[in-house]
């Protein structure tokens, strides 16, 4: 029980790391396009695209309850990347 909440939290947080990246870059390529509230959205449709790519079902369910399970982990993996991001913001801050 103990291994599967370790490798479920070590697998949430390279989602995230991976969900800030993707994000960065695409507010990179498109400057003028992505903004406050797109760019949340964007984060959290990379979050959950993510989560079905790399099977991610942190809950263990079967059935319909695995397509919750993966959202669910795609919403978490990018409001952890939106944490990142603000500590990473912060850290730019203080260093300058």
Do not use: W
């Not at 870059?25 to 003028?32: C, H, N, Q, R, Y």
């Amino acid at each position: 029980m103990v291994d599967h909440l370790i490798n479920n939290l070590s697998l949430l947080t390279c989602m995230a790391i991976l969900v800030e990246a993707v994000t960065e870059i695409f507010k990179t390529a498109l400057p003028d396009h992505i903004k406050d509230r797109s760019s949340y959205v964007l984060s959290i449709l990379i979050g959950i695209s993510l989560s079905f790519a790399l099977d991610a079902n942190p809950l263990a369910l079967e059935g319909n309850g695995y397509y919750v399970s993966v959202i669910v982990a795609g919403i978490l993996s990018s409001r952890g990347a939106n944490y990142l991001n603000g500590v990473v913001k912060k850290l730019k801050t203080a260093s300058q």
